[in-house]
T-cell receptor
Framework: KNEVEQSPQNLTAQEGEFITINCSYSVGISALHWLQQHPGGGIVSLFMLSSGKKKHGRLIATINIQEKHSSLHITASHPRDSAVYICAGRETSGSRLTFGEGTQLTVNP | DTEVTQTPKHLVMGMTNKKSLKCEQHMGHRAMYWYKQKAKKPPELMFVYSYEKLSINESVPSRFSPECPNSSLLNLHLHALQPEDSALYLC??????????????FGQGTRLTVV
C-alpha cells in the first residue's frame, strides 16, 4: 500500500519567515504533487515533481528520489499564504493519488 | 486555460431527491476524477475515467452514479443519499501521455449537504 507522510501537521509563522513543509513517501510512488487548499475551497495544484527542484514565485519544491522525500518551501511568507498544504503521491503504475494528511499553515501579520 | 469548473458550488438536497454534479474542463485532459472530502481530511478517490471509460470505482455505493458523456464533461448523479454523504465533492483532470499521468488540476468543489 502506498503511503505519504507529511509534517508538521500544524505550522504557525510570522509574516516574512521562511517556511518548510516536509513529505516522505513509500516505494510505488513516482511523482509528488504539492497542493494548496484555502478554507471552504477547492484545491490548487502548486507543483508536480518527479525529480529535482521547481520554483514559482516565492514557492520552491524539491524532491530527493533516493531518500523518497520532498519539501515545499515558502520564502517571505505572507498572511495570504495561510492555507492547508497537501502533498500527494502519484502511483507509479496508475492514476491514483495517495494524499498526506495536510499541513495547516497560519501566517500572522 | 487551466481551469476545471464545477457546478453547482453549493447544493442542499433531501434524502429522496435526485441531483447531479457537473464538472467541465477544456484542457484536452483524458483522465477525470471524482473525490469526496470530509472536513479536515484529505480527499478520497471515488471514480476515475480514462478516455471516457470508467477505469476505477473505489467501491462507491450505487447511490453515486458517475457519467462521462464526452472528453470534457464529467457528471456525478446522486440519488437517495444519506446525511453522512454531506461533504465537499471535488473533480479533477489530468493528461494521459507516454510518460503516464501528468499534473492533476482540481475544481473548486461542490459543497453538498444532505438533509
Amino acid at each position: 500500500k502506498n503511503e505519504v507522510e507529511q509534517s508538521p501537521q500544524n505550522l504557525t509563522a510570522q509574516e516574512g519567515e521562511f517556511i518548510t513543509i516536509n513529505c516522505s513517501y513509500s516505494v510505488g510512488i513516482s511523482a509528488l504533487h504539492w497542493l494548496q487548499q484555502h478554507p471552504g475551497g477547492g484545491i490548487v495544484s502548486l507543483f508536480m515533481l518527479s525529480s529535482g527542484k521547481k520554483k514559482h514565485g516565492r514557492l520552491i519544491a524539491t524532491i530527493n528520489i533516493q531518500e523518497k522525500h520532498s519539501s515545499l518551501h515558502i520564502t517571505a511568507s505572507h498572511p495570504r499564504d495561510s492555507a492547508v498544504y497537501i502533498c500527494a503521491g502519484r502511483e507509479t503504475s496508475g492514476s491514483r493519488l495517495t494524499f498526506g494528511e495536510g499541513t495547516q499553515l497560519t501566517v500572522n501579520p | 486555460d487551466t481551469e476545471v469548473t464545477q457546478t453547482p458550488k453549493h447544493l442542499v438536497m433531501g434524502m429522496t431527491n435526485k441531483k447531479s454534479l457537473k464538472c467541465e474542463q477544456h484542457m484536452g485532459h483524458r483522465a477525470m476524477y471524482w473525490y469526496k472530502q470530509k472536513a479536515k481530511k484529505p480527499p478520497e478517490l471515488m471514480f476515475v475515467y480514462s478516455y471516457e471509460k470508467l477505469s476505477i470505482n473505489e467501491s462507491v455505493p450505487s447511490r453515486f452514479s458517475p457519467e462521462c458523456p464526452n472528453s470534457s464533461l464529467l457528471n456525478l448523479h446522486l440519488h437517495a443519499l444519506q446525511p453522512e454523504d454531506s461533504a465537499l465533492y471535488l473533480c479533477a483532470s489530468s493528461q494521459v501521455g507516454p510518460a503516464g499521468i501528468t499534473e492533476a488540476f482540481f475544481g473548486q468543489g461542490t459543497r453538498l449537504t444532505v438533509v
